[in-house]
């Protein structure tokens, strides 16, 4: 049986934690504001709190659905009914799926409700060590300076360490004198909520910024390189991350500045051939219309709020994994980091 104890989950600052039958979620919605754990016994627990945010980060949410599966084990509830609720929390993020797909194949196979715990930990588990070697690989590829980042991608997106910030995380521990720039994220701000707190927590210097500020200091020079997650990885390259992902891409072309991405292979996608077939989730207007509860535009106002960008491939410099980096053409490069090997 994999382990996970409080410890290492604490050092790696896991935003999950399976404790006494109750899977425990640090609240994400609250944060910066107070640190809240939120128990969940039941799947409809589950399904909400992926539903709602109360989780987020495509790791972090596949990991997630995986325990909801165990959890549905446990309470003796059928598993297709199990599998399709969670299923239709999150269209976008392809690790939902990939671990439901997972926990699905143990459980034709005639798993118990105890070894699909234990496949909900080795996810987990699994996700914390792609983390770390994400960081590794990663790491010699960032220069040196100030880095932007959008969203987060950090620990609180996965099973814990983080994947963009996983390789900044790595960068630093290996000497290299690194500034972060957080983009705000809007209209959901978790770069203001939860990167600039993570890394904070962390010890590295970060500053915030709006993210209509980023092409400005990439053309003053303030800016080296771009690190970002993603949400799911098409088999061409082309990669959906939070809504913002592309303007960055295109303004760090435009200053000659290394775009990279950073995430586990469960976020490759190779069925989806392109970013054209990736769903784009659109979320609730008042993410938009109101700020921290707070009503900030007209009433009755119409609002689009697609949650999630595609960034062509030919904008991404490299595509970091726990099994390599990919470059272009990632049409050949991504199928082979599935056979070992990397360009």
Not at 145 to 168: E, K, R
Not at 176 to 196: C, H, N, S
Not at 240 to 267: C, D, E, F, Q
Request: net charge negative; hydrophobic share 45%; proline share 6%.
């Amino acid at each position: 049986m994999v382990t996970l104890t409080r410890e290492e989950l604490d050092e790696v600052l896991s935003p999950l934690r399976f404790v006494d039958g109750t899977l425990q979620l640090l609240d994400q919605r609250r944060l910066p504001a107070e640190e809240l754990w939120v128990a969940c016994r039941t799947v409809d627990e589950v399904a909400v709190s992926i539903r709602d945010m109360i989780v987020r980060g495509a790791p972090a949410i596949g990991i997630t659905a995986a325990y909801g599966v165990a959890i549905g084990a446990r309470t003796g509830e059928p598993l297709p009914e199990v599998i399709a609720r969670l299923a239709a929390t999150r269209p976008t993020a392809v690790n939902l799926f990939w671990a439901l797909k997972r926990m699905k194949a143990r459980a034709d196979a005639g798993a118990s409700a105890d070894a699909l715990l234990d496949e909900a930990l080795a996810i987990h588990a699994e996700d914390i060590a792609a983390c770390r070697a994400i960081g590794q690989h990663g790491a010699p590829l960032l220069p040196e300076g100030t880095i932007l980042t959008h969203c987060n991608a950090g620990a609180l997106a996965t099973g814990g360490y983080g994947t963009a910030l996983g390789v900044i995380r790595a960068a630093v521990a290996a000497g290299k004198q690194i500034t972060v720039y957080a983009d705000e994220t809007r209209p959901f701000l978790q770069g203001a909520r939860l990167t600039a707190w993570e890394l904070q927590r962390s010890g590295i210097d970060v500053r915030l910024i709006t993210d209509n500020m980023a092409a400005a200091l990439m053309r003053r020079g303030e800016i080296q390189g771009v690190v970002v997650g993603a949400d799911r990885i098409a088999h061409n390259g082309d990669t959906a991350n939070k809504i913002g992902t592309y303007g960055v891409a295109l303004a760090a072309r435009a200053h000659g500045l290394p775009m990279l991405v950073a995430a586990p292979r469960s976020t490759v996608d190779l069925a989806t051939p392109d970013g054209h077939a990736i769903p784009i989730e659109e979320r609730d207007p008042r993410e938009v219309t109101h700020l921290a509860g707070v009503a900030v535009a007209p009433r009755g106002v119409h609002v689009r709020n697609p949650a999630f960008d595609v960034t062509p491939a030919e904008l991404v410099t490299a595509i970091v994994t726990e099994a390599g980096v990919a470059r272009a053409p990632y049409g050949e490069a991504l199928p082979a980091l599935f056979e070992g090997g990397a360009r």
